[in-house]
């Protein structure tokens, strides 16, 4: 099981004030929704605290005094005070929402135009897992920092201020007691804290590993069916997924301390409360000449120290919010801050209609600036012509068209068209102008015309139908179900993979090219299939610059030119007939793949004419 897990096990602090400001530069364009959010909470907020305090003249001045009266004018401002607080939670609700959704889709957004930006070395070292959950499950966390954490936070903390203002207008003494309990909570609340980080950590790596877990073994299921191996993966999941149960256990288990913590801490302070305030309760008419503590000040310091408590514990799931947000923040702005790209030019130099002349002037490259796979390559492909580059598994083939490409730069070298170099081309005009057919055909979900036509405004379905007629793929297009417009499913999995190979090449001609790369894109169909692709490519190739990479030497041998690379070397080069008459490495490969049916070929030959002598 993978365990490069080392971006999950390092969560960095519970709170990062450089994180923090950079996270808050994605609220500035609704500053103005953020800022009545703002205050809509606070407003909110205090109008909690204004309950006990009405509570509080309602007992002192109209119950004790039997005016009724004046009980039900506070009971109507009570009554308003409890609407204007569900209108003005709604308000703050529906606002923080409204932010946290927008500013999460702006974080979406520029995720995902940096990774189309990023080179494919990035792709090469990074799973797609990793990058989809950084897209989905990252972000996910930061939604409710946005919609839940920060305003909502302003609103737990105006809260307290509004309580114990209130607390120390009503009575100085008793407020002080009652406050008496805060070290209690503290050191309850900082236990707390360092307990659930440990334990937050914990959950973050075995979440990690699961999910790389399943990643693996979704897509080897069927490796572990063909072994026998499933029981051995269900074995290795129910251990890990077992660690993941025990952390989360570990976890509630601290809230579960935590929450009656904070109950008996509030207990404390109502015993405090009924214990001093009951000893020194005087009439209304004594406490406000001689100070002391009425019976409506105890009423309403009972109902301050439940209120008190409350965003006390909210706060403490803020905490947990803010811990997940600044992890995930930290892991999104390392994709974010990653510049690992094939760099544009300043001037790029303007082509216009490219006529397709490819060079390679003494190209080295190494992926790794160390071991390098190609060395010294130099050849040339005139517009119009099909040049075949054949050799061993890491000859280093593909690395050819990943530089025609510019999905890399050449370590030392040049690799021109049209006379000038890729590096002065800006890259969307470089590739316009090449279309590639891999061995490894991808499908997008969607119909099969939107995968010929990926899209593109100027193929229209004439150009759709044309393009698979011409290739041959119209074939098996007109036996589905819904033709052009049948879904292929996910990575097309309804569809052969000679079909789908049809579909690519139909792509390919769809684009209409200056260049064509076919990148061993026979090598996993049928010799039925071939023909057909094979009939077709002639027409295909014809008057445009062609690469044919092929392990199947039958398909390259009227190529213009035949280029033998050999550990990142060229090592020979020539039309079919010359390389087979020089007797090299060319010639033992053609030996090699044709010997036998060579050796068959004779068999039935002689069997035929031994037939014909008995008849």
């Known amino acids: 099981m993978p365990q490069d897990l080392h971006e999950e096990e390092i969560l960095g602090k519970a709170y990062d004030a450089r994180l923090m400001r950079r996270l808050l530069r994605y609220l500035k364009p609704y500053w103005m929704q953020v800022v009545v959010a703002v205050l809509v909470t606070i407003a909110y907020s205090g109008l909690g605290p204004l309950r006990p305090y009405l509570t509080k003249i309602a007992v002192d001045s109209y119950i004790e005094t039997s005016n009724a009266s004046g009980l039900f004018h506070i009971i109507l401002i009570l009554f308003g005070v409890i609407i204007a607080q569900a209108l003005l939670r709604y308000g703050s609700a529906y606002l923080t929402q409204w932010i946290g959704q927008k500013t999460i889709f702006d974080i979406r957004m520029e995720i995902f135009g940096h990774l189309q930006t990023l080179g494919v070395k990035y ?32 609103g737990d903390v105006f809260t307290i201020i509004w309580i114990l203002g209130f607390m120390f207008s009503l009575n100085l003494t008793l407020a002080l007691v009652t406050l008496t309990v805060i070290p209690v909570l503290d050191y309850i609340t900082m236990l707390f804290r360092k307990k659930v980080r440990s334990s937050y950590r914990e959950i973050r790596i075995l979440i990690a590993r699961i999910n790389a877990f399943l990643q693996e073994h979704i897509s080897g299921a069927i490796v572990d069916q ?25 976890s509630v288990f601290y809230y579960a301390l935590f929450y009656p913590g904070v109950e ?6 109502v015993g405090l409360i009924i214990w001093y305030g009951g000893s020194h309760l005087v009439p209304e008419a004594f406490a406000k000449l001689h100070g002391g503590i009425s019976v409506g000040i105890l009423i309403a310091f009972l109902q301050y120290t439940e209120q008190f408590f409350t965003p006390i514990r909210d706060l403490s799931e803020k905490y947990n919010i803010l811990q997940t947000a600044m992890a995930s923040s930290e892991r999104i702005f390392k994709v974010v801050d990653d510049k690992t790209v094939v760099p544009e030019p ?14 390679f002037k003494d190209v080295t490259f190494a992926y790794d600036d160390q ?6 390559v130099s050849f040339t492909a005139n517009p119009g012509e099909t040049v075949a580059i054949v050799g061993a598994t890491g000859a280093g083939k593909t690395s050819i068209v990943n530089l025609l490409l510019r999905f890399y730069d050449v370590s030392k070298g040049g690799v021109y068209i049209d006379s000038h170099n890729l590096k002065d081309m800006s890259t969307a005009d470089l590739r316009k102008s090449i279309a590639v057919v891999m061995q490894d055909v991808f499908l997008f979900s969607g119909s099969v015309g939107y995968n010929i036509s990926l899209g593109s405004e100027t193929i229209d379905g004439d150009k759709i139908k044309q393009a698979a007629k011409l290739i041959g793929a119209d074939n098996f297009i007109d036996r589905l179900p819904a033709g052009y417009s049948e879904d292929v499913k996910e990575r097309g999995a309804a569809i052969s993979v000679g079909q789908k190979q049809l579909i690519s090449f139909a792509r390919a001609l769809a684009f209409d090219p200056r260049i064509l790369v076919l990148d061993e894109a026979t090598a996993n169909i049928d010799t039925e299939t071939e023909q057909v692709i094979q009939q077709a490519t002639e027409k295909l190739l014809k008057g445009r610059t062609s690469i044919v990479i092929a392990h199947r030497l039958s ?18 080069q020539g039309t079919h007939r010359e390389l087979v008459a ?19 070929a004779q068999k039935v030959k002689l069997k035929s004419e031994a037939l014909r002598e008995k008849i």
């Open 123 to 154: 792709f090469d070292r990074n799973p797609v897992g990793r990058l989809v959950t950084r897209v989905t499950n990252d972000v996910e966390a930061l939604n409710d920092l946005f919609s839940s954490g920060i305003v909502m936070a302003f």
């Open 226 to 250: 063909i072994y026998n191996r499933e029981h051995k993966s269900f074995g290795n999941f129910d251990e890990v997924n077992g660690k993941l149960k025990d952390a989360n256990i570990k």
């Open 264 to 269: 008996l801490t509030s207990g404390l302070a």
């Open 346 to 359: 300043v001037n790029p130099v303007q082509v216009g209609n490219i006529k397709g002349k490819i060079e």
């Open 371 to 376: 071991n390098y796979v190609l060395k010294n």
């Open 555 to 572: 398909t390259i041998q009227h190529a213009s030119k035949i280029i033998v690379l050999h550990k990142g070397e060229i090592r020979e």
């Open 582 to 600: 020089l007797g090299g490495i060319y010639y033992r490969l053609y030996q090699l793949q044709y010997k036998d049916q060579e050796r068959l």
